[in-house]
């Protein structure tokens, strides 16, 4: 959890979500070949939320510095597909942290920590998600926002799904989803991204990797589009954790888009 995505397509080209629920996609352009759409997102009160997609065969590594984005060491050995990815998740991350602080972020380097987490500014907290055509980040202040999590996935098929799913999430968690006319691949990849979301949210406060077992799904509100978690009870003793989070999900043109946005 946490690590490069087991659930991950390539070659899976969709268009960014306009809207997910109460965020709604605003002054969106078009910036050159590769980045050929981005936007903010208006929603929650106080987080500053930026979408793009891109077009990976426009690639080239010169556009790190056309987009004064650091190219860190942990893509040394990385190939052009992951260096796309993050130099376009970096730099919608630049972008949410100027409309949230209001003050040009071009010096700014939103570098990544040993477990290759993005490391915000002091008092910022937030995440970073991204396919292999499409990338969101959303930051808010510390003082508002306990953590924030998001994840983008493309759905899996039936049979990759049947290969995860036991990593994923149990019998019940399943059934739940199930109970709501979710076919089982599509809850199996609802519930990965909803826990890579919760993962995200309580990352900072944890520090170290987690297993999926550590939050189970309690209840579904399909009308809401809501997700309920428990944590374990000694995971939440260990690290001073609300013992239930709620993520959000919405479904749409062959994606899973969750959120995790925890308030103080």
């Known amino acids: 959890m946490g690590t490069e995505s087991i659930l991950k397509s390539t070659n899976y080209s969709q268009k960014l979500f306009l809207s997910y629920g109460n965020w709604k996609q605003v002054n969106v352009c078009r910036l050159d070949n590769f980045i050929t759409e981005i936007g903010h997102w208006s929603g929650d009160t106080g987080l500053s939320v930026v979408g793009a997609q891109f077009d990976y065969s426009e690639y080239n590594t010169g556009l790190f510095r056309k987009y004064n984005v650091v190219k860190g060491d942990n893509l040394k050995f990385a190939v052009n597909k992951r260096q796309a990815e993050y130099l376009v998740g970096r730099y919608c991350a630049l972008k949410a ?25 002091e008092n910022i907290v937030g995440s970073i998600s991204h396919t292999s055509d499409c990338a969101l980040c959303a930051v808010g202040n510390a003082n508002v926002f306990y953590g924030i999590g998001i994840d983008l996935e493309v759905i899996l098929t039936p049979l990759q799904a049947q290969d995860v799913a036991l990593q994923v999430h149990n019998t019940h968690e399943l059934q739940q989803l199930k109970a709501v006319g979710i076919s089982d691949h599509v809850a199996t990849t609802i519930l990965f991204s909803a826990k890579e979301s919760l993962f995200k949210g309580i990352f900072s406060q944890v520090g170290e990797y987690f297993g999926f077992e550590k939050a189970c799904l309690i209840n579904i509100n399909s009308k809401l589009a809501r997700l309920d978690f428990k944590l374990d009870s000694a995971f939440i003793l260990a690290h001073d954790l609300p013992s239930a989070i709620s993520c959000h999900y919405q479904i749409e043109n062959g994606m899973v888009l969750t959120r995790c946005v925890l308030y103080r």
């Not at 380097?109 to 500014?121: C, F, I, Q, Y």
Request: net charge positive; charged share 30%; glycine share 4%.
């Open 97 to 121: 942290l100027e409309k949230l602080s209001k003050q040009d972020m071009a010096a700014y380097t939103v570098l990544s920590g040993k477990h290759r987490e993005p490391l915000w500014p």
